[in-house]
């Protein structure tokens, strides 16, 4: 059993920078893949990145990819999404999700966090 809590989320200016953090309980963090998703109202969850029990597999919606940056401390048992020039359209709630094997790009993950709340002001 794995039990996430996201924090970091808040209200930001269009270009502006937040950093999220997921802790995670449990002594097996480093065997999980851990990924983000985000759910803008009236849509869909939908992916935004994931990352290997190493730190080492990486990967990223094309909406983000190359604007935010997922990483993860095993020592710390934490993942962080490192989001950068920031858009109104990336205003969602952002969700962190552990499974475990490989990352997957789609939300079929074992645990999932609480959800922090990221909004984006033109």
């Not at 309980?25 to 029990?53: D, L």
């Amino acid at each position: 059993q794995v039990q996430l809590v996201e924090s970091g989320g808040g209200l930001v200016q269009a270009g502006g920078s937040l950093r999220l953090s997921c802790a995670a309980s449990g002594r097996t963090f480093s065997s999980y893949a851990m990924g983000w998703f985000r759910q803008a109202p009236g849509k869909e969850r939908e992916f935004v990145a994931a990352i290997n029990w190493s730190g080492a597999g990486t990967y990223y919606s094309d909406s983000v990819k190359g604007r935010f940056t997922i990483s993860r401390d095993n020592a710390k048992n934490t993942v962080y999404l490192q989001m950068n020039s920031l858009k109104p359209e990336d205003t969602a709630v952002y969700y962190c999700a552990a499974r475990v094997g490989v990352p997957k790009l789609s939300d079929l993950y074992h645990y999932w966090g609480q959800g922090t709340q990221v909004t984006v002001s033109s």
